[in-house]
């Protein structure tokens, strides 16, 4: 989305220009804003945005619909069978963007067979720790709160990184060429976050990207913010009713390359990845 100019007998008319891919085609929407930009800016860009988002979100509906179809289905050991299948598959792969040494079948044996295999203990000890909290996290719903989300961190790196674990990080850290916040707003930060998170009205697709985004930008942590992130964003899809999404180790460049742009670009990339990874239950 972007303010372009045209000028005519020297004066200068500003329109909002957004282009979106339907399909196979790349459709451009253009508004009017008049001889200067309106303060009411914001509000006007986010009614174009929904105005062209609502295929998506039909889509979107749909997927969450026979979701729930599907899974009123099944017995309850077998319900409880596939948690623990989804559960395997998400730690491995955010373990595995992390640095992780552990593969997907020592996951399956510390998870299910409480096989520990000859890798190093701590992520032996992370990767338990992860299964217990991802599995918890799907059986009750908590509201989101900076107690439940340090709560979480502290339970997967309490006996690994102790010196960090459950606490607001409080130096600076940079990420690649991205500086985070200074740590005196980290608290503030998140607060906001949570308040965000908690009174959105947004489509929930929509508002897990956003609350991604926000999380891994203020990077409240010292380490571990890209497990706890993505926790939360299948925290928030879960008890919307939508499926969860598993960013796959093997798709963890697209996924960086992403988060490296500015949040309306991760939220298409989030979106976009969404619908494609369900694509079999939009029908």
């Known amino acids: 989305m972007r303010i372009i100019i045209r000028k005519k007998r020297n004066k200068e008319y500003y329109y909002l220009q957004h282009s979106y891919r339907k399909g196979n085609k790349v459709i451009t929407k253009e508004k009017y804003l008049g001889k200067q930009i309106p303060k009411s800016i914001d509000k006007i860009k986010e009614q174009l945005r929904i105005e062209s988002s609502l295929d998506f979100y039909k889509k ?46 020592e996951t399956r044996e510390i998870i299910h067979d409480k096989i520990s295999p000859n890798k190093p203990l701590y992520d032996v000890k992370e990767t338990e720790a992860h299964s217990k909290i991802f599995l918890n996290m799907l059986a009750k719903k908590n509201k989101i709160t900076n107690a439940l989300l340090l709560k979480w961190h502290k339970e997967i790196f309490g006996e690994t990184k102790k010196d960090i674990s459950g606490k607001y990080r409080d130096y600076l850290v940079r990420v690649g060429n991205y500086i985070a916040p200074d740590w005196q707003d980290v608290k503030k930060l998140m607060d906001q976050l949570m308040d965000f998170i908690n009174k959105s009205k947004e489509n929930p697709v929509e508002l897990t990207a956003r609350a991604h985004y ?39 460049k697209s996924y960086y390359q992403a988060l490296d742009k500015d949040e309306d670009k991760f939220v298409s990339y989030f979106i976009k990845r969404y619908l494609a990874v369900h694509k079999k239950r939009i029908g």
């Open 60 to 105: 979107l509906e749909k997927i969450k619909v026979n979701f729930q179809k599907e899974w009123k289905k099944l017995p309850d050991s077998i319900k409880q069978k596939e948690k623990e299948e989804i559960a395997i598959s998400f730690t491995y792969n955010t373990n595995a963007i992390e640095g992780s040494a552990i593969t997907l079948h």
């Open 214 to 252: 926000q999380f891994e930008k203020i990077h409240p942590y010292g380490d571990g913010n890209g497990r706890v992130g993505r926790l939360l964003m299948n925290h928030i899809l879960w008890h919307k009713n939508y499926p969860m999404l598993i960013i796959e180790y093997k798709k963890r």
